[in-house]
């Protein structure tokens, strides 16, 4: 018989009719009237029989049902798309059947005649892709995995269809039948999705799959979960649905039903306890009654849905938190950690357990540093409140060491937090003391956020002792502030062999501790003399320490170095409040100023910080207040401190003081402190002749003696006697001391000394053999008057021949007092013992009056006379000096590390010195290209000569078109073993505005004059990229990207391939920095070197339902945390010298002994 199929017309013929009726019937009979509708309306059936081609013969050829009932057998199922793409299978409605195990269906037998190919039954494959995804998920789950890659196919050829069909699925999931329309996705309201949802649940029109008896809904939460399972590994490797997407929806959705339930189980346990007081007060009337029951009904019915929800809770956590706080994804991980701190702060009495905490403790380890601040964080939140602290115990001992090392973490942000958590734990008491020493060491870290938070912990721990609870309270206000201070004192205590660290701890605790603002506690101390018994005379001098610093605070100044140099900006309150203090520590001092000066006049180590004071002070108020006698006596007594001392710092003091006094002052004060410092000025000088005139007598009368001991032959008593002589050295401490101030006053303000200048310079000539010192202090003070005239002749608008000539002869008569120690040795001198000390003054020296005398500044003009290139031989004599500089070994550095200003005699300040002739041309080009500047590099990185000679060479031909590949490697090779120096994550940091400069200045050179130059890019510019992020790489590419716009290279292809190479250069430059980025540590390094703990985070919380898998992830995410870069610069020890060298240099204000032109 011959196969007949419905008419494809609308109409469905008589034989269908029938059978979708028998179909209905059984249906109405074991669901109802209404799902029946909504499963077989109209329009579906009719396409179903459309596009599934029922054989009718098929459905003649079935036999009447028979009497007996046999068990049916299984067989393959019919299937039938419908028109919308959805999936729909007659054969499953028609084998659907009671609830009951036991039901029977009549048997069938088979067709007379075998059905055609296109009759046949589907395949396994066909009947999955044919499948929609709520009934894949209903009934038979082996489908799942076909199901979930036809979805993933349509959602790659049109997104939005498959993501409405996945959202609809996830509303059936939930029992409610909700759609939306495709086209209006992106416009759909979320808030009305939910408002429907509701309002479905409330018309009882939702049915829970979930705890459903039913046998079809037996496997529904399995195939629920497996299905999302398949979806997630079907789209780990897709471009269009990665699976992060869905992981981070799930994680937030999962997470914010524990919060919304939290929320909720806390109105309904408010409620209990509500209803729970009720029925005690109720009962207290009657013990029995239908209200005490209708209370008791309540109770245990709220007491259910906490139970409930508690339970729901439980599930969601084992079921999503436990996997996703360690997910790939460290925004998911720091969403779980958000969210647990914040369950165990809203819900304690369920959350706030080992079980939980753990997972607080292990996440300190995380690689992210958002992940372990997130952890910091809800950590602080729980040790803030103090109910929480007895459950906390057992987490406090097993986590505490890790989060002390999390104050040296690598990222700021996460240490600060750290430190704040360290103090909640020092509230508690819950850190021996004995465990704080490396903190302590951050006091003296280099970023200041890290300083400041761990001077709040010392001020909150050690000065007001906030947190030991045997502190008394009831002491007055006033002995507070004494007592704080001298507690602060026993802290400086520990730093009083360097003041420099004594400024960076006062600087960190500065802020929180108001007992450093009392000016007039600090004043009584100082003057007390009944004090004696509780300040030493070191506890003293760090007091005087801490009330300049302070002062300097108040108003607004840096008393620690910083980076970058640039001006400070203070808004309006800001200035108000400093213009308030300043007003408050002149009022303070004015009366007291005059006996803090006489007391400690005679003080080295207390001078400087009192005299300093009244730059910080408002003069004009000593006219306001009538107080010009006050006024005068301390500015007399300044000027009287001037002439007691001779070492560097009493004296730079002091002459800043007194110049403020001159300038800073108005009206009579002005006038007063002028006269003074005028006269100031002639006592000096007649100070210095008279130890000139001494000095000479001295050595004349000592070189006669010595000149007729010889001619009597007794030269053995010559020598003996003339080495004494020389150690003892009394008569020139006198012009020593003198040439000191004159030195320190030249430094600021023009003092005139041009009758005295050729004495200096014959004092030098006919006694060579005067100490060092004075050598290098009349060598100095020379300088100085030569560049102050110099100063003066540049910024006259007349300029006369005579001037210009006796200018031309001290320039001069400096050179020839220089040059005699560029000819002579030093060992032939007999200086061998301090010959660092003058060769370093000579080089500077001589190096500075080369910029300031150098030929092109002065090409062209009126003064051209005054330019000077110095002679081949010169500056090669001049360069070997300071490769003998170069050469001095560190312990002789170190051992000289407590000298007078050792910052202007050291490695550094002759090499900065021979660098400015080279920024500044001040020497002939030719040698300067040949042999003194790779001279300079070369020893400034110290690579040795041999890359000097390289870099010489290239500069040297590098206008030669046949620039050879060697020469190109060499100059390559210097390049990048310069830029090894700013290797390292925190040399980035600090210098790059270091190597920005240098990428732009050598691409600028690169573009000047023509093409020929560009191969210096590839030369000498590609290594530095690599020490830049990659947004500096970018904008660096897109600057050269606007340079080359509307250039044609195409012209010149040759010529612009170097240009080509250094931009591909650049792009993998930016590449490869930003996978250096991704693999970043977690470890700081800074304090002293410290052992990577083993924290076993698991063992301690022993959780039976926890997997050994889980046990064996933690601990590899735990090792992980603990491997990182040993090259990360390491910040040095509180007590390392090279870190106490470096703060006093740094800190000192810089003595150029060049003058601003």
């Known amino acids: ?115 055609t190919a296109e009759a046949a039954p589907s395949t396994t494959t066909a009947k999955a892709f044919d499948q929609n995804l709520i009934e894949v998920i209903k009934s038979n789950g082996k489908f799942i995995p076909q199901v979930v890659k036809s979805w993933v196919e349509r959602y790659e050829t049109d997104p939005k269809p498959a993501m409405v069909e996945l959202l609809t699925m996830l509303f059936e999931t939930c029992g409610a039948t909700y759609h939306i329309q495709g086209e209006f996705l992106d416009e759909t309201n979320v808030d009305d999705v939910v408002v429907a949802l509701v309002n479905l649940a409330a018309q009882g029109r939702v049915e829970d799959y979930q705890n459903s008896k039913k046998k079809e809904f037996r496997s529904f939460k399995e195939n629920l979960v497996s299905f999302w399972d398949n979806l997630v590994s079907e789209c780990q490797n897709g471009p269009f649905t990665p699976p992060r997407v869905y992981r981070h929806v799930a994680s937030m959705v999962g997470l914010q039903l524990v919060t919304s339930f939290i929320g909720a189980a806390k109105i309904l346990a408010a409620h209990r306890q509500t209803t729970q007081r009720q029925l005690t007060a109720e009962k207290k009337k009657n013990s029995e009654g239908p209200h005490i029951e209708s209370l008791n009904k309540r109770l245990s019915e709220m007491h259910e849905k906490i139970t409930m929800i508690e339970e729901m809770m439980r599930k969601i ?43 607080l403790g ?69 850190v021996p003391d004995d465990d704080l020493g490396s903190l302590y060491d951050l006091l003296i870290d280099d970023p200041p956020e890290i300083r400041h938070a761990i001077g709040a912990l010392v001020y909150d721990h050690v000065v007001a002792q906030k947190f030991n609870n045997s502190q008394p309270r009831s002491s007055e206000e006033a002995d507070s502030s004494h007592v704080q201070l001298l507690r602060m004192l026993q802290i400086l205590r520990e730093f009083s062999a360097d003041q420099m660290l004594s400024t960076y701890v006062i600087d960190d605790i500065w802020e929180f501790m108001d007992a450093m603002k009392d000016w007039k506690r600090i004043i009584s101390m100082l003057l007390d003399d009944s004090s004696s018994d509780e300040l030493t005379d070191d506890d003293a001098t760090n007091l005087t320490r801490l009330f300049c610093a302070s002062v300097k605070k108040a108003v607004g100044e840096r008393i620690v170095p910083v980076i970058e140099h640039r001006k400070q900006s203070h808004t309006k309150a800001q200035k108000e409040m400093i213009d308030s203090n300043r007003k408050d520590i002149t009022v303070a001092m004015m009366k007291n100023y005059p006996q803090l000066m006489r007391k400690y006049m005679t003080d080295k180590t207390k001078v400087p910080s009192l005299v300093e004071i009244i730059i910080h002070m408002n003069l004009e108020l000593y006219s306001l207040k009538r107080q010009e006698q006050s006024f005068q006596t301390v500015l007399e ?318 500069l040297a031909t590098s206008k030669n078109e046949s620039l050879s590949a060697q020469r190109f490697k060499e100059c390559k090779d210097l390049s990048a073993r310069l830029s090894d120096f700013f290797e390292g994550p925190a040399a980035r940091i600090k210098y790059r505005p ?116 889980e046990e064996d992830s933690i601990d590899e995410e735990e090792d992980q945390g603990g491997d990182e870069d040993e090259e990360v610069r390491m910040i040095h020890s509180i007590r390392a010298s090279a870190k106490l060298r470096a703060l006093k240099v740094s800190n000192r204000t810089p003595s150029n002994t060049s003058v601003n032109l």
């Open 637 to 954: 007594l300044m000027i009287e401190t001037f002439f007691k001392h001779g070492d560097k710092d009493a004296l730079r003091s002091c002459v800043k003081a007194i110049n403020f006094c001159a300038t800073g002052s108005k009206g009579e004060l002005q006038d007063f402190a002028q006269n003074k410092l005028k006269k100031l000025e002639e006592e000096l000088i007649v100070k210095l002749k008279a130890a000139m005139k001494e000095v000479a007598e001295w050595n004349r009368a000592f070189l006669t003696e010595c000149d007729s001991f010889s001619r009597a032959g007794f030269h053995s008593m010559v020598d003996d006697d003339f080495d004494s002589k020389l150690q003892e050295g009394d008569d020139e401490y006198s012009l020593l001391v003198n040439m000191k101030r004159l030195y320190e006053l030249q430094l600021s303000r023009h003092v005139p000394i041009d009758d005295m200048y050729d004495d200096m310079a014959l004092v030098l000539k006919n006694f060579r053999h005067i100490d060092d010192e004075v050598v290098s202090f009349l060598l100095l003070n020379m300088y100085l008057h030569v560049a102050w005239c110099l100063s003066s002749t540049m910024n006259s608008k007349v300029v006369s021949e005579e001037s210009l000539s006796s200018l031309v002869s001290k320039r001069n008569t400096l050179f020839d007092e220089l040059d005699y120690f560029l000819q002579t040795p030093l060992e032939a001198q007999g200086k061998e013992a301090s010959r660092n000390l003058i060769a370093s003054r000579v080089c500077t020296i001589l190096a500075e009056s080369w910029c300031l005398f150098r030929k092109p500044l002065f090409e062209s003009t009126q003064l051209e006379s005054l330019g000077y290139y110095p002679d081949i031989s010169t500056v090669r004599r001049f360069w070997n000096l300071c490769v003998q500089q170069f050469d001095v070994s560190d312990e002789t550095e170190d051992k000289e590390a407590n000298r007078e200003y050792v910052e202007e005699t050291n490695r550094d300040s002759v090499m900065i010195a021979a660098a400015k002739l080279v920024a500044t041309e001040a020497v002939p080009k030719e040698y300067l290209q040949e042999h003194l500047a790779p001279d300079i590099i070369s020893h400034y990185v110290m690579h040795g000569p041999n890359v000097a000679q390289a870099y010489g060479r290239y």
């Open 362 to 430: 292990w996440t300190l380890n995380d690689k992210n540093a958002g992940v372990r601040k997130a952890s910091v964080l809800a950590l602080q939140n729980l040790y803030d409140v103090d109910d929480n602290v007895p459950s906390l115990g057992l987490f406090t001992e097993r986590f505490n060491k890790r989060m002390l090392d999390l104050a040296d973490d690598i990222n700021l942000s996460v240490a600060v937090c750290a430190i704040s958590l360290v103090k909640q734990l020092l509230r508690h008491q819950l």
């Open 994 to 1109: 270091v190597v920005l400069k240098i990428m732009h200045n050598g691409i600028h050179h690169a573009f000047t004059d023509g093409l020929w130059r560009l191969p210096f890019l590839m030369a000498a510019v590609i290594s530095f990229a690599s020490r830049l992020s990659k947004s500096d790489v970018l904008a660096i590419i897109k600057d050269l990207e606007d340079r080359t716009r509307g250039v044609n290279m195409d012209q010149d292809p040759s010529g612009w391939a170097p240009f080509k190479a250094f931009m591909a250069g650049l792009h993998e430059r930016s590449l490869k920095n930003e996978d250096e980025k991704e693999g970043s540590t977690v470890k700081r390094g800074r304090g002293r070197p410290r052992k990577n703990p083993v924290l076993e985070g698991k063992k301690l919380f022993a959780d039976n339902n926890s997997s050994s898998e």
């Open 317 to 359: 956590f084992t079921g999503l938190f436990v996997h996703r706080y360690r997910d790939i994804d460290p925004e998911i991980r720091m969403s779980c950690i958000q969210s647990l701190g914040t369950w165990i702060i809203s819900y304690p009495s369920l959350f706030l357990q080992d079980l939980y905490l753990k997972y």
């Open 1 to 115: 018989m011959s196969s007949r199929f419905c008419d494809p017309s609308n109409k469905i013929c008589h034989k269908c009719s029938e059978f979708i009726y028998e179909i209905t019937k059984k249906e109405r009979k074991r669901v109802g009237n209404d799902r029946v509708k909504a499963a077989f309306s109209k329009d579906r059936i009719q396409m179903a029989v459309r596009c599934n081609r029922v054989d009718h013969d098929a459905m003649e050829d079935e036999p009447d049902v028979s009497d007996q009932l046999i068990r049916r057998s299984k067989r393959t199922r019919v299937q039938a798309r419908t028109f919308d793409g959805l999936v729909s299978n007659l054969k499953d409605i028609v084998e659907s059947e009671d609830e009951s195990a036991d039901e029977f269906v009549e048997p069938r037998r088979k067709p007379n005649r075998p059905r």
